[in-house]
């Protein structure tokens, strides 16, 4: 069980080093073994630290657990927080008398944000991730919440917004949030799926034609999506 605290802060100079090199190499121990079966030992032997450079920089095991997820968090942001921003700052813009944003428009930002999650899903670097993040999403903890309120949340309603102005929908409504789930579940699947999805396609590894596959399908979701609002 994880507690609820808040991790120490970071020294400057070498110990920064040190503490990164613990973040990056938790998310895959805590990944692969979870909270429970992940050991101080087997997490300092992964970031090649001494055993007491947990407690130093984090304070104990839960500390490191939950400023991983913090750390994860910021990866995340670091791939589609920037577009997210870019969203978010026009819907504000929009919705504080603003120039409307419009069918078209929503649907351009709507496919910028499925291609950029289709490209950070189906790539290498949200392997370790995902498997943090689904050991969460069956047992939310603390990380959970950080994880969620960080960048699920802001990515999910700016995307519901969008979603909804395709639609021609109310955002706030329950039909328009399932389908923004739909559609997001949509691409993740060839991330929480990784195997059944090589082996359907007959894929044998995913390479840059295979991103592409993806992201062409991700517009074309999209599309399907803006012809139903178009019809409506």
Known sequence: MVKKQSSSPAPNGRGDATREKLLDASIGVFGRYGFDGASTRMLADAAGVNLQAITYYFGSKEGLYVATADHIAGLISSHVGGLGGRIRARLAEAAGGGEAIDRYEAQAFLTELTQTMATLFIGPISEPLARFL???????????????????????????????????????????????????????????????????????????????????????????????GGRS
């Open 134 to 228: 689904i050991r969460e999403q069956m047992e939310p903890t603390e990380a959970f919440e950080r994880i969620f309120a960080q960048v699920m949340k802001p990515m999910l309603e700016a995307a519901t917004a969008l979603v909804g102005i395709v639609l021609g929908e109310n955002g706030a409504s329950r039909p328009v949030r399932l389908r923004t789930l739909s559609l997001l579940g949509g691409l993740m699947v060839f991330r929480v799926a990784h195997a059944a999805v090589k082996r359907h396609l007959a894929w044998d590894a995913i390479g840059a034609d295979e991103v592409e596959t993806v992201r062409r399908h991700a517009g074309e979701l999209v599309a399907a999506l803006a012809a139903e």
